[in-house]
């Protein structure tokens, strides 16, 4: 009868450890799915960070002809509205283009990067930094640029004193793509 019972008591005693396994996974598992939850509500909700740049109301982006009248820009260089139906070819230029072809550009999520002329160290490092991405940004010198060196991209503009690789290099990744139609490349 002893044995019986040392018997019965073992089972229950694996029961009961069985049990308890059992539910300590449940707990474990709510525990996890519960932490996945309250991070992906946490990633979710959390506001955007602020992409570089000046931001500036979307003026539109109607394609008008060569040399037709259209609103006045908000911005200098402008970053949106009225624009011509050919956008430039990537790559560096050494003559100024039409704004009117670069806002183009900047609609496919593309950046133009301007530069008042006269600064020749500045105008290369320029060039040779656009040239390291040939299939999104556009380098052009730019004689109404109210700054030495200017950003541009859809609704965005970043103004620069002198020349920063890194903060230019950062508009470009943060900025690129980031219009109605973005087929620009990296």
């Known amino acids: 009868m002893e044995e019986n019972t040392i018997k019965k008591d073992e089972k229950e005693s694996r029961k009961e450890k069985a049990h308890f396994r059992s539910k300590m996974k449940k707990i474990l598992w709510s525990i996890v799915i519960v932490a996945i939850l309250a991070g992906v509500t946490y990633i979710s909700t959390r506001p955007p960070k602020p992409r570089p740049g000046s931001e500036f109301t979307i003026l539109g982006q109607e394609h008008i002809n060569i040399d037709a009248e259209h609103i006045a820009y908000n911005s200098n260089p402008p970053t949106s509205?009225?624009?011509?139906?050919?956008?430039?070819?990537?790559?560096?230029?050494?003559?100024e283009l039409p704004d009117e072809q670069l806002i183009h550009n900047l609609e496919h999520g593309g950046i133009w990067i301007s530069y008042k002329p006269g600064d020749?160290?500045?105008?290369?490092?320029?060039e040779a930094l656009g040239?390291?991405?040939?299939r999104s940004v556009v380098v052009t010198p730019r004689a109404l640029n109210d700054s030495p060196i200017t950003l541009a991209s859809w609704g965005r503009l970043e103004k620069l004193d002198?020349?920063?690789?890194?903060q230019i290099k950062n508009f470009i990744r943060r900025n690129t793509n980031k219009s109605p139609e973005p087929l620009a490349g990296f």
């Open 131 to 134: 040239k390291r991405f040939p």
């Open 81 to 95: 509205g009225p624009h011509y139906v050919k956008p430039a070819e990537w790559g560096v230029y050494q003559e």
């Open 162 to 166: 002198v020349y920063n690789e890194d």
């Open 120 to 126: 020749e160290e500045v105008k290369s490092k320029l």
